[in-house]
Each structure stands twice: as structure tokens, then as C-alpha cells.
């Protein structure tokens, strides 16, 4: 008989946290006013998004009006970006090799199209960066430093507290300083002012919360053209009625993430971690870990597997029931090598036998102990169909 499924792609996506569909089921059913309309319908709405914003800004430690809720993090990261970078003339961005697609995918465009000028800092083979380099790559017409919080495949957390201090003490006030957190959210600190950070961008479905709906920080004073134009919401810079079930949803999955509950159940998905870790090295020869051991989000195990193509291992897994990855979900079905492990200095090779393999709420000890049982055989007999 087939095993219950094992999901273990939390970094792709969560399961919605029992507790959100709850806070966001009114807004399906009877609460369906437009939050811009002036009836009482439409004001319920525009108080629930209003309430959301108070929750996010709390979160992060900012103020209210300093958040604009988007359709995701894939939005957010662009108006970050293009809302900086099309405001002057030949303007010059800072980001890492190894940032996420929607990070990296409108920096390329607006180069191509000669908008902009771009510096690509590389990373070590632990995959972070140092701040030293980010600071001496800036220029007199940079305006725009992007780093992201951790790395979505390989689950790296770089020094964004640092990286701010140096921005800052280079005195370019004229520098943002954004960081796609979508990661970081569920264990790390965002607070904006102990990060520095001038904006920031979270995912609603990374955090147990609804997809279709993320936000971004935009700090006061930060100036940014909107992507989308036709209205006024979102400040003037998303124009399109809020997505209010999915705002609500993402707020409470926020709310959930506030005190010290959260720092408990990092030190839990931690020691499972390790245990996948140690037993995954210990078991299947010709195996590394990719990455930091010591500067890495808890719940990230990402492997790479000599003389085995991931995406091979993937679908066996998938086939015991056990659902994990090979990189980046916005990237899984591309059948090129993973731009972040060519970026540590992989061969096309070695990137390709790339799994991830990310922890959550629902992840038992059990789960581990089934996964290192299945692993190693699979691994065994996809090296025997090449020898």
C-alpha cells in the first residue's frame, strides 16, 4: 500500500495555516464589499486592508502607510526594481549572481533595453557575499543595491544588517537598499530598522498564508514609479482593487509569526535539519551539502548528488510519495543547470544533481527517518542504470 504523502518543499510553497482560512473565510463569503467604494460593504473591506497593513507594519517594524500589499513577491520585486531604476538617466544597480529570478530577470531587461547599468557581485563557495564588495562596486550614479535575505535554494542568509551599515557609510543617501526576505520571513528577524533597508519584499504563500498576495516595504521618502497604472490604491503605486481575502489571509499568517513561538519552532525544524543532513552525508557516498552549515535558514537541506541528475531523483521520490525538489520552484522545469550553483563554482555537471529538501510546521522526526530509508537506494539505483 502507498505511504501517506511526505511533502517537503516547504520553500516552494506552505500548506494555509488552519487559523488563516479561518480569518480569511468572511472575506469569501459575506464581507465581499470593494474596499474602495463608500457603502458600508465596501468601508468593512477597506477596514480589514487597513488592519492588515497595521499588522504587517508591526512585523517589520514600520509604519503602516510604508507597506503596499502586491499580488506576490514576483510584483514586488519589480516595482522595487524597475520602480527605482526608471526614474533617472543610465542609473547603476548592485545585486548578487545568485539572487532570485524576479530579482535578477528585470535587472537583464532593463540592461538589454540600455536603461540601466548592472554590477553582478559574486558569492563564496558557501554561498555568501562579502560586504566589503558591495561596497566598493558602488558608484557615483548607483541607486539601487539589491540582496536577497536567503537564498531560496540553497537557503544561504547573507549580512543585510552589514550591508545596510556600509551603504550608509558611504554616505549615498540617494543608494536604495532593498532585499527580497520571501525566505527569511519564517525564521529571521525583519525588522527594517535593525536590517537598514530601504524596501522589502514578502510572499504571502511562504509563510502558511493564501497565494496571490505579498507585500512591499517602501520606506518614507523613497521615491518609486508604479508598475501598474489606473488607479489610486496602494498609495498610487499598485493601482487595481486589493485582493482583500488574500491580504487578510497574509496577515494573519504574519500575526502568527510575532513572538516567541517562532524562535521555538526554529530551534525544532533545526535539530531535524541536522539529523537529514548528517544522515543523507553519512549514508549516500559521493554526497556534499551545498552551502553554509552555520549561516543558513533551519528548515534548508540542499544536496548535490554525484553521477545522478536531480530532476531524475525528484521524480523517484515523488513516486514513494515523498515530494521534495531540485532548485527553485520558479525554475524546476528548466533543463539548464541552476544559475546560484553555477555561481559557487559548480560544473553544468554537478549543478544538475542538484535536491532541496525544506522542512515546516509539518515536518516529524518520523519524516526524516523515512526520508533517509528511501534516499540512498534511489540514488543507488539511478548510478546503476549509467554504469
Given amino acids: 500500500m502507498r505511504k501517506k504523502a511526505l511533502y517537503l518543499d516547504y520553500a516552494s510553497s506552505t500548506p494555509v495555516d488552519p487559523a488563516v482560512l479561518v480569518a480569511m473565510m468572511p472575506y469569501l463569503k459575506q464581507e465581499y464589499g470593494n474596499p474602495s467604494s463608500l457603502h458600508g460593504f465596501g468601508q468593512k473591506a477597506a477596514a480589514a486592508l487597513e488592519c492588515s497593513r497595521q499588522v504587517a507594519a508591526r512585523f517589520l517594524g514600520c509604519g503602516a502607510d510604508e507597506i503596499i500589499f502586491t499580488s506576490g513577491a514576483t510584483e514586488a520585486n519589480n516595482l522595487a526594481i524597475q520602480g527605482v531604476l526608471r526614474q533617472t538617466t543610465k542609473p547603476h544597480v548592485i545585486t548578487l549572481a545568485i539572487e532570485h529570478e524576479s530579482v535578477l530577470a528585470p535587472i537583464q531587461k532593463l540592461e538589454k533595453e540600455g536603461i540601466a547599468e548592472a554590477t553582478y557581485i559574486s558569492v563564496s563557495r558557501a554561498g555568501i557575499v562579502n560586504p566589503e564588495d558591495i561596497g566598493k562596486a558602488i558608484k557615483e550614479n548607483t541607486v539601487l543595491v539589491s540582496v536577497q535575505y536567503a537564498n531560496s535554494e540553497i537557503g544561504t542568509v547573507q549580512p543585510i544588517a552589514e550591508i545596510g551599515r556600509i551603504i550608509r557609510q558611504k554616505k549615498k543617501s540617494s543608494v536604495v537598499f532593498h532585499t527580497d526576505a520571501v525566505q527569511a520571513a519564517n525564521f529571521l528577524d525583519c525588522n527594517v530598522e535593525t536590517l537598514g533597508v530601504d524596501c522589502l519584499t514578502l510572499s504571502a504563500?511562504?509563510?502558511?498564508?493564501?497565494?496571490?498576495?505579498?507585500?512591499?516595504?517602501?520606506?518614507?521618502?523613497v521615491a518609486l514609479n508604479p508598475l501598474l497604472e489606473g488607479g489610486s490604491q496602494e498609495g498610487g503605486l499598485r493601482s487595481g482593487t486589493e485582493n482583500i481575502p488574500a491580504i487578510v489571509g497574509m496577515a494573519k499568517a504574519l500575526a502568527e509569526l510575532i513572538g516567541p513561538k517562532t524562535g521555538v519552532e526554529a530551534v525544532r525544524v533545526k535539530h531535524m535539519r541536522d539529523q537529514l543532513i548528517r544522515g543523507v552525508l553519512g549514508r549516500v557516498p559521493e554526497s556534499s551539502c551545498t552551502g553554509s552549515l552555520e549561516q543558513r535558514l533551519p528548515n534548508n537541506a540542499h544536496f548535490t548528488f554525484a553521477r545522478v541528475e536531480g530532476k531524475d531523483l525528484v521524480m523517484l521520490l515523488d513516486q514513494k510519495g515523498i515530494a521534495v525538489s531540485s532548485g527553485s520552484a520558479c525554475s524546476e522545469r528548466s533543463q539548464e543547470p541552476s544559475h546560484v550553483l553555477l555561481a559557487l563554482g559548480m560544473s553544468s555537471k554537478e549543478a544538475m544533481g542538484s535536491l532541496r529538501i525544506t522542512l515546516g510546521k509539518r515536518?516529524?522526526?518520523?519524516?526524516?527517518?523515512?526520508?533517509?530509508?528511501?534516499?540512498?537506494?534511489?540514488?543507488d539505483q539511478l548510478r546503476r542504470r549509467i554504469v
Avoid at 505579498?214 to 521618502?221: H, I, M, T
Avoid at 515536518?363 to 540514488?379: A, H, M, N, Q
Fill in 205 to 221: 504563500h511562504k509563510i502558511y498564508g493564501p497565494k496571490g498576495a505579498g507585500l512591499l516595504f517602501v520606506r518614507k521618502g
Fill in 363 to 379: 515536518t516529524t522526526k518520523e519524516d526524516i527517518v523515512r526520508v533517509l530509508k528511501t534516499l540512498p537506494s534511489l540514488v
